[in-house]
């Protein structure tokens, strides 16, 4: 939403005066809401503690944190998916949330070997979920042992300054260098990568084309939007209160809220403004985004699928070691039949014909203003069982 939306839905000017009041109000999250980004704390006495409290600074689908660990059991760390965090709408089949157990694993593992820990990893130590649901079982067994062989992991560093990034990005396109470093650094699991630059300035074209209707179709479905709406917290009380979810503290939306003229309780209607300006805002991203990133893996496996989100772990933290910015895009990648057509092509784009191959991520990709960090829950709010 932008200003002159806001005035179209206000309807005159007794809210343009309400929003002045507030455009001195600052837009950062309550300390609360990020002090996780500080680090582990200083009292940390088990050291699974100190290498989890990165580990839940992984990205995840709509923010959700759906991971739950059991430290029962000495040296280990049993990773559980915390089942009343999904998004049924949007990734009916979990492969986004699977993908995002994955990148918490691929934090873990190499905090872990900052501290000379080698993890032995066992994907779903009672058996794979099946294709289309998750259930109660194990997600990782990871065992933890000293190794004087492991060696600590360059893009350690980079765990507390990655940031998803959804502001406009600069017309220059990453430099070589970064494109090589991002492809290198998924070398260890097994997918496919690619980028799309001006160079080839018509396929260009497709992605944002494939992009923006992908966009369009999760805005104007009723209940695609109602799932975002559900995990939307807007202003200091609601993101403190949640650390979670898609977090806006804008003056103006806050404002809208406070004044009852954001309704969260239903979808906005195909030409509602807060729907055409969000799309309008969008487009305008896209259409100045310099460069796409892909990752397509074959098979679609629930292992495959973690392993995609442990090699987009990497991804990110490489392109932020380069100064580089990603904001995935997974609107198209996503399995709800009114996406079966940008899903389709672009698969088709990307040379991954289904079912043998899967396109799991797809992110924009270029240099923009910093963007801050975002909520998390805290160390705590994962423990399912402690020592
Ligand atoms: C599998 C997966 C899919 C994602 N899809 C999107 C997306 O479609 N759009 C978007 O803006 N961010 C997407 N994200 C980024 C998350 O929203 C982001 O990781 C989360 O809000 C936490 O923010 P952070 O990455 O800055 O820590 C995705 C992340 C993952 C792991």
Redo the contacts with the bound molecule.
Sequence with gaps: MNRRNFVRIAGGGVVFGATAGLTACSSAFPDAAVAAWGGPAASTADVRHWILSYAI???????LQSWLVDLRQPGEIMLYCDLTRLLPETDPLS???M??QG?FLELLDIAARQKGLRVDITLFPQGEFGPATLDKRPVARMVLSADVAIKPDPLFAQILK?????EAYEAREPAAAALEAIASSVAPHPVRTGFVGGAQADVLQKHRGIAMEAWRIELVTPRTIMESFKVLRVGPREIAEHRDG?SINTPMVRTLTALGLFDRSKAPGPDDSATTGQIKSFNEKIATTPAFFWMVTEGNERKTQVNA?RA??RA?LAATAQGVVM?????ALQEYPEQAKPYADIHALLQAPQPRYTV??WARLGYAPA?G??P?RGLQSHLLKDA
């Design positions: 600074l992984a990205p995840h689908s709509h923010n492969r986004q949330i993908m995002s990148t990655r940031h998803t990034n959804r898609l989100g987009y772990a990110q904001q995935p895009l997974s609107q799991q991520m963007a960090p975002s998390r």
